[in-house]
């Protein structure tokens, strides 16, 4: 299984913006569909936002507009553009991966269907 370093997070103001990065050692990355979790104080893990081999994307409504998830194969990354950002969206962030891709917009949203996570990256934003 491919291992996944997340790297970016921080403290940011409202209305500011962040990206994470997550790299991923071992593996064949291009054959991975990946995705972003998030885990707020006291909450459950949620996703945010996935992406599959060939593109194609996937947003929780929250972040709708506000996010971006790509991925750039030859450096074994995929990233999470955020922007606008809310107190709400304080949370460890959590890159995860599933090899062969992801199958639907229904099953990309649950952590069951990822073998490979990170260690996860704090984001705070402060109002």
């Known amino acids: 299984q491919v291992q996944l370093v997340e790297s970016g997070g921080g403290l940011v103001q409202a209305g500011g913006s962040l990206r994470l990065s997550c790299a991923a050692i071992g593996g064949t990355f291009s054959t991975y569909g990946t995705a972003w979790f998030r885990q707020g104080p006291g909450k459950e893990r949620e996703f945010v936002a996935g992406?599959?081999?060939?593109?194609?994307?996937y947003y929780a409504e929250s972040v709708k507009g506000r996010f971006t998830i790509s991925r750039d194969n030859a450096k074994n990354t995929v990233y999470l553009q955020m922007n606008n950002l809310k107190p709400e969206d304080t949370a460890v962030y959590y890159c995860?991966?599933?090899?062969?891709?992801?199958?639907?917009?229904?099953?990309?949203?649950?952590?069951?269907?990822?073998?490979?996570w990170g260690q996860g990256t704090q984001v705070t934003v402060s109002s």
């Open positions: 995860a991966a599933r090899s062969g891709g992801l199958t639907n917009s229904s099953s990309a949203r649950k952590t069951a269907e990822y073998r490979s």
């Open positions: 992406i599959r081999i060939l593109g194609g994307t």
